[in-house]
């Protein structure tokens, strides 16, 4: 079964995401900081790692950077309520691809806010 890595700080978004990943037999190890996430991607292998870019002591897309240099085949998915169009050019220019909702991931919101964003990284 695939091992996903939950990089999300939010008690409530955290506990939520992992019980339904959880509930399609997925094995969901979840972490509540950026530090956590770059040494836990260093001591396993994991088939994808879904990012907040909001953590309290690394910003999100530098996770992104050093989660993808851990684990080179590993599809990072970055989730994000961020409206500013910059946070998404940055996410894409840390290795990532992104969907407008038609793309190869499907029409999907991730996170509630003004303008979600859900950015693949490969």
């Not at 991607?41 to 992104?64: H, N």
């Not at 309520?81 to 990532?96: C, H, K, P, S």
Request: one cysteine or more; a negative charge; charged letters at 20%.
């Amino acid at each position: 079964m695939a091992r996903l890595l939950l990089i999300e700080d939010d008690v409530t978004i955290g506990r939520a995401l992992h019980a339904a990943l959880a509930a399609h037999s997925y094995t969901v190890h979840w972490v509540q900081t950026g530090a956590e996430a770059v040494q836990t991607a260093s001591e396993g292998i994991f088939d994808l790692a879904l990012i907040d870019l909001g953590l309290p002591d690394i910003d999100g897309i530098e996770v992104c950077r050093q989660v993808r240099s851990a684990q080179p085949n590993c599809v990072l998915v970055i989730l994000t309520a961020r409206d500013e169009e910059i946070e998404v050019v940055v996410g894409l220019e840390a290795g990532a691809e992104g969907t407008d909702g038609a793309g190869a991931c499907g029409p999907l919101r991730a996170r509630p806010g003004p303008r979600p964003e859900l950015v693949v990284a490969r």
